[in-house]
Every structure is written in C-alpha cells, then in structure tokens.
C-alpha cells in the first residue's frame, strides 16, 4: 500500500502557513513549527504575499509558497485503526 496517494489536481494546500511573523512557518493545526520541510530549491520567495504552502505534484511533491486566497483543496491526513495514515485530498 502506498504512504501517500495524491488526486490529479497539480497543487493542494499543506495547512502550513507564516501568516503571523514572516519567514517563522508553522502547522495551522497545531501552531508548531515543521520537522520536516520539502521546500522546492528557492522557495519560498513570495514573502509577505505568500503566507501559506502548497504541494506541487507536478514538481516532484516540494514545496512553494502561494497567497492564501487561492483556492486550491487541501491535502488532509486521515488516521487509520492500525498503525497506517493515509494521506487523502
Ligand atoms: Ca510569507
């Protein structure tokens, strides 16, 4: 079974988002800071116009940051009964 399974649509909201100090992204869920991050190479670059990260399927699953009024889905993460999380769009 594969750890991640991404719909057609090339771009999808992480929920990551630097909208309250620029540069210090964190989880909209739980307001911590990433781990991990997949950042594609430059990014992000938008600044104080681009608060929120998005996935790009179409760059090989990294990272960019986008102005949060767009309206693209959100890549959500579901847990299972076992052990697995399943990652659904
Ligand atoms: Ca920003």
């Known amino acids: 079974?594969?750890?991640?399974r991404l719909p057609d649509d090339p771009y999808h909201w992480i929920g990551l988002n630097d909208d309250v100090i620029e540069g210090l992204w964190k989880w909209h869920d739980t307001d911590k800071v990433p781990t991990f991050t997949n950042w594609y190479p430059g990014q992000p670059d938008g600044h104080?116009?681009?608060?929120?990260?998005i996935i790009h399927a179409s760059l090989h699953y990294k990272w960019s940051d986008?102005?949060?009024q767009e309206s693209y889905k959100p890549l959500c993460e579901k847990?299972?009964?076992?052990?697995?999380v399943e990652v659904v769009g």
């Open 1 to 4: 079974m594969p750890l991640i």
């Open 48 to 53: 104080r116009n681009a608060n929120c990260a």
């Open 66 to 68: 986008q102005g949060c």
């Open 79 to 84: 847990v299972g009964l076992g052990h697995e």
